[in-house]
């Protein structure tokens, strides 16, 4: 089993900048990767990066060259930086770990005003 929570999310004004944090515990040995996905209203679940155990990232085409995922192992947390934000990237972000299944963060607001 693993436990996932995400902390960071607000409202911030069109073009600045967040950090969201996902802390993972448990069995975290057993975890393949993490990513980050999130959801805007009436939308579906969009995923939009992965940083995998060798350290390697993807991003999606919507948030490439403006969001970067990162980890610090020893805090066993994985980071969203998020830059230039849009008004199309508020949503409910989630954290996701592939770890012997899936796990899933319970999701936290991101809010931007144009």
């Known amino acids: 089993q693993v436990q996932l929570v995400e902390s960071g999310g607000g409202l911030v004004q069109a073009g600045g900048s967040l950090r969201l944090s996902c802390a993972a515990s448990?069995?975290?040995?057993?975890?393949?990767?993490m990513a980050w996905y999130r959801q805007a209203p009436g939308k579906q679940r969009e995923w939009i990066a992965s940083i995998f155990r060798s350290g390697g990232t993807n991003y999606s085409d919507s948030v490439k060259g403006r969001f970067t995922i990162s980890r610090d192992n020893a805090k066993n947390t994985v980071y969203l930086q998020m830059n230039s934000l849009k008004s199309e990237d508020t949503a409910v972000y989630y954290c996701y770990a592939d770890a012997r299944g899936t796990y899933w963060g319970q999701g936290i607001q991101v809010t931007v005003s144009s």
């Open positions: 448990g069995s975290i040995f057993s975890i393949n990767y």
